[in-house]
């Protein structure tokens, strides 16, 4: 019993080796300026005066790549994932801070139009407080700030 087990095995294990290639039928052929082809089918036309070989070429199957378990496969997607959310969240902020940017340079450029212009501008201090008409030392501190926000916001 343990005989034919044995050369069960013996006869199986080279046909296996014999399964994992494969073979292919190839043309070789050279032309009339000397050029050298190859290919799977012959070449065209009944009026050919090529030598044409048939050439059998053995082709060995290469076993499929290693997968990886699931678990590790899940910690790449999720690790994919938080990527490319974070990523989003980058985007969406700077955009949020694009648009604040071009609000507040559109609210410095008209304080400043605002100031420099020479007219008296009422202020207040507070909510509660009077108006009072700026001072030509409070304009010139204004329009300095101003112009600074122009610079960082435009």
Not at 28 to 45: A, C, K, N, V
């Amino acid at each position: 019993m343990i005989v034919r087990y044995l050369l069960f095995f013996i006869l199986i294990n080279p046909l296996s080796a014999i399964a994992a290639t494969q073979t292919m039928q190839i043309y070789r052929w050279t032309d009339d300026s000397g050029i050298i082809h190859l290919s799977q089918f012959p070449p065209e036309g009944k009026n050919n005066n090529f030598k044409v070989e048939k050439i059998q070429v053995s082709i060995p199957i290469s076993m499929p790549p290693k997968e990886e378990n699931n678990k590790e496969r899940m910690e790449n997607i999720k690790k994919y994932i938080k990527e490319r959310e974070s990523a989003r969240n980058m985007q969406i902020e700077s955009s949020k801070t694009a648009q604040t940017n071009k609000i507040n340079c559109a609210i410095a450029r008209k304080n400043l139009d605002l100031y420099q212009s020479g007219q008296r501008i009422r202020t207040r201090d507070n909510d509660n407080s009077e108006t009072q008409i700026l001072t030509e030392k409070e304009r010139l501190k204004r329009i300095k700030r101003s112009e600074k926000n122009v610079q960082s916001y435009c």
